[in-house]
């Protein structure tokens, strides 16, 4: 029996997490040409519980620096539900800056704002 090459890709839901508004838009144009299909942006941690919650993506992409509740914290609330989404943390600052916490974190990985690439982020996701 020959494999069918004409069944569908399946690209991974995903929720952008940032406060900078031309960073979500940017990470949204490279990400879905990178084979990720965005469902859904939030601004701030709240946003992104209450997008979760509703969207049900696979993968949220989570900046670490967010107004009012934090990303690690935002992860930490993801990671209670054993069928939430993949977590992924962002930030413009360097991954030393966040040692202590990202060794404690139930996240999939981090990544710098700087490498971010639908092959960096699927190598943490796959």
Do not use: N, W
Request: aromatic share 4%.
């Amino acid at each position: 029996m020959a494999l069918c090459d004409d069944a569908p890709i399946v690209r991974q839901t995903l929720l952008i997490v940032d406060d900078h508004e031309d960073f979500r838009a940017s990470a949204m144009a490279l990400l879905e040409l990178e084979g990720f299909d965005v469902v859904g942006l939030a601004e701030d941690g709240e946003a992104a519980l209450e997008a979760v919650s509703r969207l049900h993506p696979d993968i949220v992409l989570l900046d670490v620096q967010l107004p009012g509740i934090d990303g690690f914290d935002v992860a930490r609330r993801l990671a209670a539900d054993v069928d939430g989404p993949r977590v992924v943390l962002i930030s413009s600052r360097d991954r030393s800056a966040y040692a202590a916490q990202l060794r404690d974190a139930q996240v999939s990985g981090f990544l710098d704002k700087g490498e971010l690439s639908g092959a960096a982020l699927h190598a943490l996701v796959a």
